[in-house]
């Protein structure tokens, strides 16, 4: 099955 | 004080109209380069990021670095009151919590001006890497508007296919399969009806219509859409806007569990 990820777990808070 | 100001409301009310659904509120963060947008949507899948430059405005004034916590729905309520042709500006003071947005009528007999009250969010600002993309897709925005929906009603999900030979999207569920297949065109007469595809490498991912459908909202702001992808990292959906600046998308892909 696909999983949705998630925008944080490829983009660091600065 | 912060004032800017464009002859014709009509970007701005597309602009509101392309993250309202997406974002309930956003912090525009205002300097003498320009007005800059980054937030991500309830769910944190997507991201928007509106870029708009101070030289784009007709007229652009940011005294001191200025940072309004907008709630995005009801800028879009103001702005549904300016007719496009209008003259929008928008003003604040320095260390004010309120904004206002005054429209001016072509012919000068109507002023109006929209108070509304600043929102303190602290959103916390995402780093995004210079990435250099497997695939970039330039096409016809309302193409891709066109096939995001009419795929949404076959899958939750688009499967988007990236080869030197063209991009496909795919979806299937109960009610069957779909597949668009696009080739790269060569011998356009119009730039804006062009299929351009600059592959490094093939692509396959997968994609929520849901958000890809949210995009498309941004479709009346440019011609042209701008897609690029690389494996197993968020897809954007980038809109230029005339002379002022643009609008990107990033989309979480789903991928295999």
Redesign the interface.
Known sequence: ?14 | MFEARLNNATTLKKILDAIKDLLNEGTFDCSDSGIQLQAMDNSHVSLVSLTLRSDGFDKFRCDRNLSMGMNLGSMAKILKCANNDDTVTIKAQDNADTVTFMFESQNQEKVSDYEMKLMNLDQEHLGIPETDYSCVVRMPAMEFARICRDLAQFSESVVICCTKEGVKFSASGDVGSANVKLAQTFNVDKEEEAIVIEMQEPVVLTFACRYLNAFTKATPLSNQVQLSMSADVPLVVEYRIAELGHIRYYLAPKIED
């Open positions: 099955t696909v999983k949705q990820t998630k925008i944080g777990s490829f983009f660091e808070k600065e």
